[in-house]
């Protein structure tokens, strides 16, 4: 099983023909509510690619809250561990977009809920996983409890730093793999790539969108290319991507396998639009592997 702790969020998006001045009022063309949070996303990419999926995190006690939790049981997650705080809301992005330009504003509500204690009660979730996968869009102090916890029971931790601003460079001993973007990469260390790798073998996997990926297997720097397609949302890329490293390295394949693995279904994820909606089927990633 993979258990992963983070955020749910209802995205609020709308399109427009212009971004509005400062005090003006504009008419948009369309607007969707999209269920998002980078800790659901990554659960559901993991768990559409068949594996056994339990989501930890909090809600507020509202309709985006109970929305998210009926979404995530859809794709078959355990949601018992999602708590519900008893005086904030479910978090929100607002996302305004143009001309394929986007300005988002996140509201973290209830997420920021997410404490300690509620991880202790799910303890038995985290101690029987086979991995869990943690970002950052919950407090800091919940993050570093969640990493002692599974240092503890031995479970390997997928540590995917965004925002990067919440890290903290001394869980670098105990995280199994860092997956940070290029600009994640080099906000929390400041320090050349190529240098990095050395010093992180087989623990850190830099990704770079369409290029692929990159990480150091202790001896040489390896480059896992990406496969070129037509985007038409990239919002859940990343997101994809962790859910699938997960989903693969838990079955049993090599590093270099897990990242091409997540690589391709990282393509697939951007040919439809929102987060969740392109991520692929376990089916869809094999044929594109196989060239179908």
């Known amino acids: 099983m993979i258990t992963v702790i983070g955020s749910l969020n209802m995205d609020l998006i709308v399109q427009m023909d212009a ?4 005090g003006e009022t504009i008419l948009g063309q369309a607007f969707q509510t999209v269920p998002g949070g980078k800790g659901a996303n990554q659960a559901v990419a993991a768990a559409r690619l068949g594996h056994e ?16 939790r009926s979404v995530l049981q859809q794709e078959h997650i355990q949601t018992g561990a999602i708590v519900s705080s008893p005086s904030a809301l479910t978090g929100i992005a607002n996302i305004l977009i143009y001309n394929n330009d986007n300005r988002i504003v996140v509201v973290p509500g209830a997420n920021y809920e997410l404490s300690p ?6 303890k038995h979730l985290i101690q029987k996983s086979q991995m869990v996968i943690i970002q950052l869009e919950i407090p800091k102090e919940t993050t570093a409890y969640a990493i002692r916890m599974c240092k503890e029971a031995g479970v390997p931790i997928l ?9 903290d460079v001394q869980w670098m001993e105990d995280i199994t793999y860092l997956t940070p ?12 790539i190529d240098h990095l790798l050395e010093k992180y073998p087989n623990k850190l996997i830099i990704t770079l969108g369409s290029d692929g990926a990159r990480y150091s297997d202790g001896t040489y720097p390896i480059h ?3 496969y070129m397609t037509t985007a038409v949302d990239t919002t859940g890329a990343g997101d994809t991507f962790n859910g699938a490293l997960a989903y693969a ?3 049993g394949q090599s590093l270099d396998e897990a990242v091409y693995f997540a690589n391709i279904a990282a393509s ?11 991520m692929p089927t376990l089916d869809a990633v094999f044929a594109r592997m196989a060239g179908f």
């Open 19 to 22: 971004f509005p001045k400062q």
């Open 249 to 251: 390295l838990v079955e």
């Open 53 to 68: 999926v339990a989501m930890i995190g909090c809600v507020g006690k509202d309709s985006f809250g109970e929305a998210l």
């Open 181 to 192: 973007n290029e600009t994640e990469c080099a906000e929390i260390f400041n320090e050349p």
């Open 268 to 278: 697939l994820s951007v040919e439809k639009f929102s987060a969740q909606g392109g």
């Open 159 to 167: 540590l995917n730093p965004a925002p990067a601003a919440n890290f």
């Open 224 to 226: 896992v290319p990406g």
């Open 117 to 122: 204690s509620h991880l202790e009660a799910s």
